[in-house]
């Protein structure tokens, strides 16, 4: 039976664990931690959707990957910023022959691999190399999340749609056996996971959304829906969409599309009223992941000469937000 291991069972994390668990298609393990590791082992884990609602049993959960055999498939629900620190652990879990499954928001560590003209990490999100040295481009898939999740207390997600999407790409847009072995596990398990034939245009597509919400949302305090009310908001976050449009273009990915549709449907009134991830960082009193979704495209933009200042005030007030938060969590120095 496939090893399979859900390396930060935060929100996005447990509600795949959640199906691939109820499935028992894989022997699946679970690496969280704190009161939310310690209710997976007490009362299981649960799973609050719109159209179904259950409870499993974990038999393995940890809060050290050591612990653990080496696994055919590690699907990564770490945020890009804690990435880093794990990378040592990661790449020890993962088997000579095994995968990584990378559920990120925003601009992925391995974006550089394979691509031409470019080589090595990026400095914003793997500053000191070590994603690339101790997993390994070469053994990462790329997972764009098209799911709202939130953790509304230890051992319970909740997910606020009933159009759940993962889409699945290996970086040179392959249809390698490691890739058609991965979505068959997952939607075996009934999970909606589909191949992307590019992924790095479905990153740049996702950060549509991300970019434009997220920050807005956690430096407000609203949600889509609640901001609405207020027009000059949505100018803003039309603006970042605009720039990022523009960014795009010149790797050579085309978004206007995706960027003239964004709002519109049933899935995107959910997740209006759903809180973005870098929102319930911020109130949980989390770092958010700025530089993946804000600091790198700038980065991009400033490296080909595209104007992006928008983007570029949003992202220096949440590097403020941001910092201003950390330090704010640390406990002070005596006097």
């Not at 390396?7 to 393990?29: E, I, P, T, Y």
């Not at 393995?60 to 945020?79: C, E, F, H, M």
């Not at 200042?309 to 406990?331: D, E, Q, S």
């Amino acid at each position: 039976m496939t090893r399979l291991c859900v390396f930060g069972a935060g929100a996005v994390g447990s509600h795949l664990a959640a199906k691939l668990l109820r499935s028992g298609r894989a022997d699946v393990s679970l690496v969280a931690r704190g009161a939310h590791l310690a209710a997976l082992r007490d009362n299981g884990l649960t799973l609050r959707g719109v159209e179904e609602s259950f409870t499993v049993p974990v038999s393995t959960a940890t809060d050290d990957p050591g612990s653990l055999p080496p696994q055919d498939i590690v699907i990564v629900g770490l945020k890009s910023h804690s990435l880093p620190p794990a990378a040592a652990a990661l790449g020890r879990l993962i088997a000579p022959d095994g995968v990584a499954l990378f559920c990120l928001n925003g601009i992925p560590w391995w974006w550089n691999y394979g691509m031409p003209g470019k080589a090595g990490p990026l400095p914003l999100i793997d500053p000191d190399g070590v994603l690339w040295k101790e997993v390994g481009a070469e053994r990462a898939i790329g997972v764009i999340v098209q799911s709202p999740n939130e953790i509304v207390a230890p051992g319970i997600v909740e997910n606020a749609s009933n159009s759940n999407h993962f889409l699945l790409g290996e970086p040179d847009g392959s249809a390698s056996p490691r890739l058609e072995g991965s979505l068959a596990l997952l939607q075996s398990a009934g999970i909606d996971a589909i191949r992307s034939r590019d992924i790095r245009r479905d990153v740049w597509a996702k950060l549509l959304r991300n970019a434009s919400n997220g920050p807005l949302a956690a430096l407000t305090r609203l949600v889509g829906a609640e901001r609405s009310a207020f027009p000059e908001l949505d100018a803003v976050g039309q603006a970042i969409m605009a720039e990022l449009v523009a960014i795009a273009d010149t790797q050579g990915y085309d978004i206007s599309a995706e960027a003239a549709e964004r709002g519109q449907g049933p899935r995107a009134q959910a997740l209006a009223a759903a809180r973005p991830s870098m929102l319930q960082d911020l109130l949980q009193g989390r770092p958010m992941e700025v530089e993946s979704q804000l600091g790198q495209p700038a980065l991009f933009a400033d490296e080909v000469g595209v104007a992006a200042p928008t983007l570029k005030i949003v992202l220096a007030l949440l590097r403020g937000l941001n910092h201003a938060m950390i330090v704010g969590t640390k406990p002070k120095a005596p006097a």
